[in-house]
């Protein structure tokens, strides 16, 4: 069983930056593709950034690409989400997820750091 632990959301200005991060543990990391989600009040949860097990081909939201980063450190079995430039309408509560080992379906997720833009 992995349990996630995200930090790093808050309240930032608009086209200001943020730092997520989330630890996992309860599991091996390296077998386990990670990812951010998030979820907007009265919206879905979508995804936003993922990152393949080695940590090469991430991927991205068309509503984030060029202002995200996704990254992870297998040593410290933590991945990272770099927000730059962030606007009113990135605001959302932010998940952690991780796929089962060597499988695709995220099935772990944490339990969300908030991140208010305004603007």
């Known amino acids: 069983q992995v349990q996630l632990v995200e930090s790093g959301g808050g309240l930032v200005e608009a086209g200001g930056s943020l730092r997520l991060s989330c630890v996992a543990s309860?599991?091996?990391?390296?077998?386990?593709?990670m990812g951010w989600f998030r979820q907007a009040p009265g919206k879905e949860r979508d995804v936003v950034a993922t990152?393949?097990?080695?940590?090469?081909?991430?991927s991205y939201a068309d509503s984030v690409k060029g202002r995200f980063t996704i990254s992870r450190d297998n040593a410290r079995n933590t991945v990272y989400l770099q927000m730059n430039s962030l606007k009113p309408e990135d605001t959302a509560v932010y998940y952690c997820?991780?796929?089962?080992?060597?499988?695709?379906?995220?099935?772990?997720y944490g339990q969300g750091t908030q991140v208010t833009v305004s603007s």
């Open positions: 309860g599991g091996t990391f390296t077998y386990n593709t």
């Open positions: 997820a991780a796929t089962r080992a060597f499988g695709n379906e995220y099935i772990y």
């Open positions: 990152i393949s097990r080695s940590g090469g081909r991430p």
